[in-house]
Nanobody, 121 residues
Framework: QVQLVESGGGLVQAGGSLRLSCSAS????????MGWYRQAPGKQRELVAA???????DYADSVKGRFAISMDNAKNTVYLQMNSLKPEDTAVYYC???????????????WGQGTQVTVSS
């Protein structure tokens, strides 16, 4: 059974930083990438960043230059370092196991429970 557990969310002032962690247990043969999504109230869930097992990364335009995704294979953990946070980054952040093919990230049906990030102005 695959389990994804996020941690690291919280309340931070604009301009501050947070680091989210996603610890994965179990194995998914069809997954070669991990992603971070976020969902703000009244909005659709959106892909924020993704990383393939071979290192390629993708970012939403809104977070490029501010967020960085990384993976520690030895710890089965994916991180999302978030710097220069803005109030519009406020959302529930979810970890996802997926696949990356020809530069596109495809989410599989493996999600964490989410962690709240709130950025105050």
């Amino acid at each position: 059974q695959v389990q994804l557990v996020e941690s690291g969310g919280g309340l931070v002032q604009a301009g501050g930083s947070l680091r989210l962690s996603c610890s994965a247990s179990g194995s998914i043969s069809s997954s070669n990438a991990m992603g971070w999504y976020r969902q703000a109230p009244g909005k659709q869930r959106e892909l924020v960043a993704a990383i393939a097992s071979y290192g390629s990364t993708d970012y939403a335009d809104s977070v490029k230059g501010r967020f960085a995704i990384s993976m520690d294979n030895a710890k089965n953990t994916v991180y999302l370092q978030m710097n220069s946070l803005k109030p519009e980054d406020t959302a529930v952040y979810y970890c996802n196991a997926g696949s990356r093919f020809r530069g596109i990230y495809y989410p599989l049906s493996y999600w964490g429970q989410g962690t709240q990030v709130t950025v105050s102005s």
